[in-house]
């Protein structure tokens, strides 16, 4: 019996963990972030604007560079990749357990939600 309480609390503990986690560490509202690009870590894209509401995210660039147009330029369901510890922009479900994510991958986009960064290839 000791066992069986020992493993639920186990259960308990770990579905906790993945509650927390699929808390965005910001709240609803429209911020400021740095757009980088991945393979340049230093070079900045520029700023963009971030919308968030519940786990929807709309990212949106005011000015139009080589790469990227003006206007919406990601938007999806923001979800947390446990396996690189990143919060990312997903279109689907499985895209929380996919592979590869952000940099030049062609997996889902990488957001920091700390440091306001988005990050694109």
Not at 3 to 23: I, N, S, Y
Not at 39 to 54: C, H, Q, R
Request: proline share 4%; aromatic share 8%.
């Amino acid at each position: 019996m000791k066992v069986l309480g020992t493993v639920f609390a186990v259960l308990v503990m770990a579905a906790m963990q993945v509650t927390a986690m699929d808390r965005p560490p910001i709240g609803d509202g429209t911020y400021t972030f740095t757009h980088k690009d991945a393979e340049f870590e230093n070079m900045v894209i520029g700023p963009v604007t971030v919308k968030i509401k519940g786990h929807h995210i709309t990212v949106i660039s005011k000015n139009a560079s080589d790469v990227f147009g003006k206007g919406i330029i990601d938007e999806g369901t923001l979800m947390w990749h446990a396996s690189s510890k990143e919060w990312i922009i997903g279109e689907r479900r499985a895209d929380r357990f996919a592979p590869d994510v952000g940099g030049c991958s062609g997996g889902p986009a990488v957001i920091d939600l700390r440091k306001k960064i988005y990050w694109s290839c």
